[in-house]
């Protein structure tokens, strides 16, 4: 089993930054795929980026050139930087990783981009 546990949500002005911690209960190492996701209200969740073993990254069209996916192996945590953020970026992000053939979820952490 994997536990997952997001951080770094919060208020944040339009055009401001923000960084988002997805902290791991086993060394991400052995974690192929990991990823980023949100839910805005009324909506379906949505992914906003990827990273893999060998730091290849994707991205929503949505977020490229904004935000950037990284991971920490001695960590076991992985990021999300999010620049010049816009009020559509408001949503409950999610860090999300496959492991072992199991799909695993934190349990969200709220960004608010707002005036």
């Known amino acids: 089993q994997v536990h997952l546990v997001e951080s770094g949500g919060g208020l944040v002005q339009p055009g401001g930054s923000l960084r988002l911690s997805c902290a791991a209960s086993?060394?991400?190492?052995?974690?192929?795929?990991m990823g980023w996701y949100r839910q805005a209200p009324g909506k379906q969740r949505e992914l906003v980026a990827t990273i893999n073993s060998g730091d290849s990254t994707s991205y929503a069209t949505s977020v490229k050139g904004r935000f950037t996916i990284s991971r920490d192996n001695a960590r076991n945590t992985m990021y999300l930087q999010m620049n010049m953020v816009k009020p559509e970026d408001t949503a409950v992000y999610y860090c999300n990783a496959e492991y072992d053939q199991e799909t695993y979820w934190g349990q969200g952490t709220q960004v608010t981009v707002s005036s």
């Open positions: 086993v060394s991400i190492f052995t974690i192929y795929l």
